[in-house]
């Protein structure tokens, strides 16, 4: 009785704020204007192959490029002392503790044409580049916001791999690149998932980097959904129906990652 007292406001919030709305979504997706069931919503959002698939590569190139970043900061950071642990770590979270829209604004103003990057390059006679309003622009935002959520799974993993394990591998002979490759990489997977899935899903639904740093060139689903509950081309049935699917996508590529993980676990265990 206790423990589901504890338990009672926590089920109160997630029937209000989680799933009333998304009974909402699935009730617009399968409704038209005037209430009555159609499936037309979910047919149209095939006109919009291009737009899903240019935000799963730019949300999977994201990802790549946080991991090959994050984790050796996530190696490098876990192997110092616990002092210095602390202070990388701050380091790593000072970032988030500004506003969203702030640190977006502060790419536009490094990358525009006339901005500070582009200036330091025509100062020292080289040509002006053009990155504002590109994909490139778009992935840096992403990969600037987002890779926090990479590195701290990743640290929080390795700060707590046995480092008994590495000097057993040492012992029988193993060099520095087999103990990485053989011990430390598959005993951090977990981290690696969680990594993968935290800097995934919100890469391939944002719609605010996309529009600041793409210049609306570069349209997301994120920005798609955006235009249909508060653009111009005002539809909240197509709009569910979008984030629908895009809810769907986003729970199968979660199953997929959920099935890596437990596979890593039950490989750590037999080798164990």
Request: some cysteine.
């Given at each position: 009785m206790k423990a589901k007292a504890v338990s009672a406001p926590y089920l109160v919030w997630m029937a209000i704020f989680i799933i009333v709305p998304m009974l909402l979504v699935a009730y617009f997706a399968f409704t038209d204007s005037n209430g009555a069931f159609t499936l037309d919503n979910l047919a149209r959002v095939g006109q919009y192959s291009n737009v899903f698939l240019r935000s799963i590569w730019l949300g999977a190139l994201s990802t790549a490029i946080s991991l090959l970043v994050g984790?050796?900061?996530?190696?490098?950071?876990?192997?110092?002392?616990l002092?210095?642990?602390?202070?990388?770590?701050?380091l790593v979270m000072l970032p988030m503790w500004m506003n969203f829209l702030l640190r977006t604004y502060a790419w536009m103003t490094l990358l525009e044409d006339s901005g500070l990057i582009n200036n330091l390059l025509a100062a020292v006679g080289l040509p002006r580049l053009h990155m504002i309003n590109t994909q490139g622009a778009v992935v840096v935002g992403m990969v600037y916001d987002y890779i926090p959520f990479m590195i701290l799974p990743l640290y929080s993993v390795m700060s707590k791999l046995d480092p008994s394990v590495v000097e057993a591998a040492q012992d029988l002979g193993a060099d520095g690149k087999r103990v990485f490759l053989?011990?430390?990489?598959?005993l951090s997977?977990?981290?690696?998932?969680?990594g993968i899935t935290m800097v995934f899903v919100p890469s391939v639904s944002t719609f605010i980097i996309s529009k600041m740093l793409g210049g609306g060139g570069n349209l997301m689903i994120g920005d798609l959904i955006d235009m249909q509950f508060l653009g111009s081309a005002y539809n909240?049935?197509?709009g569910?129906?979008?984030?629908?699917v895009l809810m769907v996508l986003i729970?199968?590529?979660?199953?997929?990652?959920?099935?890596?993980?437990d596979g890593e676990?039950?490989?750590?265990?037999?080798?164990?």
């Open positions: 984790y050796p900061v996530a190696y490098i950071i876990s192997h110092s002392s002092k210095r642990q602390s202070v990388l770590i701050m053989r011990v430390t990489l598959p997977m977990p981290g690696v998932i969680s909240p049935n197509l569910s129906a979008i984030s629908l729970l199968i590529c979660m199953g997929i990652m959920n099935e890596f993980d676990a039950q490989g750590g265990g037999m080798m164990l």
